[in-house]
């Protein structure tokens, strides 16, 4: 799900184009909009900035326990775009903006996507060697317990590594009995 504005064209850049000054210029985009998506009760997952012609797109990946619908991402966008247009963190150059939700692609890595997962099937490498696939019925800032085949499993954060959601087209017992 994403909403794209084309609103925005932020002031002038100061700094001379350059490797450093763009990842100066990529730590102050994520230090504006970080707390201005968590302002709003989301979590920035991601943050892209592309040429697109002659602009650029500025992508955000934004999440929350709740998910995200298509009125968040609105509201996601339109503090956002405000946040751009009074800066100039974007420089002179026009600017796309899209605001999506993760894929179900995503890699489970930190805490929080772990225990937005509860109740998902997962699929993830372990440390020692090999990999574990269950439906995650717990997860906390430690650890993750997986449900394999009716053995659960409390594994740390630590023991698991970037996990993936399996996409399911009909989990058993919630589909249509017709």
Do not use: C
Not at 35 to 57: C, N, S, W, Y
Not at 91 to 120: C, F, I, K, M, Q
């Amino acid at each position: 799900m994403s909403v794209e504005s084309q609103s925005g064209r932020a002031r002038r850049d100061r700094g001379a184009p350059g490797a450093s000054s763009r990842d100066e210029a990529g730590q102050r985009l994520t230090g504006l909009l970080t707390p201005i998506v968590g302002a709003v009760g989301f979590d920035l997952e991601e943050l892209r900035v592309e040429p697109a012609g002659r602009r650029r797109l500025v992508r955000l990946v934004v999440d929350a326990d709740e998910g995200v619908n298509l009125d968040d991402v609105a509201k996601i966008s339109q503090a956002v775009s405000a946040a751009l247009d009074e800066s100039d963190v974007m420089g002179s150059a026009p600017y796309v903006l899209e605001v999506t939700s993760p894929g179900v692609d995503r890699p489970l890595t930190e805490p929080r996507h772990w225990r937005r997962a509860v109740g998902r099937l997962v699929r993830a490498p372990l440390g020692a060697g090999g990999e574990i696939e269950g439906r995650v019925v717990a997860a906390d800032d430690e650890a993750v317990v997986i449900d394999v085949e009716g053995d659960q499993r409390r594994l740390g954060l630590d023991e698991l590594g970037r996990g993936r959601m399996q996409v399911e087209f009909r989990r058993d017992g919630t589909g249509d009995e017709d």
